[in-house]
Structure formats: structure tokens, C-alpha cells
Nanobody
Framework: VQLQASGGGLVQPGGSLRLSCAAS????????MGWYRQAPGKQRELVAV???????NYADSVKGRFTISRDDAKNTVYLQMNSLKPEDTAVYYC???????WGKGFGSWGQGTQVTVSS
């Protein structure tokens, strides 16, 4: 299963971006979909995750500013990022875990998309 992320870019502080990540390949079902980020010199950290059934977890640093959602018909996860701050600058990675058409479990990462918040 492959994940293709898009939507990153350069935005001014206070601005908004929307990231998308679509899963392709032999997907039967996706249980978890989420976003992580990694800033230069820092460890990769969880941003948000949405689990089948709708349970959502956010990092404290993005609560109230970021919204994660998913479209199961399109095997796609979104991350709406509002009120962006310079400290949100990072490479954002999407991730998904579920079951393939052959009944095997999978866990996949996308290629990463750069988000830069700067004036």
C-alpha cells in the first residue's frame, strides 16, 4: 500500500494549509490514518491520528488549530491547519494501517511534504 501526500508549502504566520494523503494499492480496509511531523534536529512526533469509528487524538501543541478528517470512500486523510506558527515548520508525514485485499495487515508511511511557516 502506497501513500501519496500533498498540500505542503510556504505560508505566513497565521495562515492556513490543507494537507491530503491518499492510499493506493490493494487496500481492503484502513483502521488508523494520521499525521506526524519532523522538524530539523528534532524527533518525529505525532500531530494527529484518526481511528476507524471516529476516535481522534491530537498533539497538545495543535489542539484547536488543526483538524484531521478522513474520507474512507477515497482512502484519504486530510489535515486542515489553521493559525499556523513558525514552530509548525516541519516535514509532515502521513501514515496508515489496515488490511490488504489479501487479508494481511499493513502499515505505510507517505513520502513527506514540507510545511514552512515564515514571514
Amino acid at each position: 500500500v502506497q501513500l501519496q501526500a500533498s498540500g505542503g508549502g510556504l505560508v505566513q504566520p497565521g495562515g492556513s494549509l490543507r494537507l491530503s494523503c491518499a492510499a493506493s494499492g490493494s487496500v481492503f480496509s484502513i483502521r488508523d490514518m494520521g499525521w506526524y511531523r519532523q522538524a530539523p534536529g528534532k524527533q518525529r512526533e505525532l500531530v494527529a491520528v484518526i481511528i476507524s469509528g471516529g476516535r481522534i487524538n491530537y498533539a497538545d501543541s495543535v489542539k484547536g488549530r488543526f483538524t484531521i478528517s478522513r474520507d474512507d470512500a477515497k482512502n484519504t486523510v486530510y489535515l486542515q491547519m489553521n493559525s499556523l506558527k513558525p514552530e509548525d515548520t516541519a516535514v509532515y508525514y502521513c501514515t496508515a494501517a489496515g488490511t490488504t485485499a489479501w487479508g494481511k495487515g499493513f502499515g505505510s508511511w507517505g513520502q513527506g511534504t514540507q510545511v514552512t511557516v515564515s514571514s
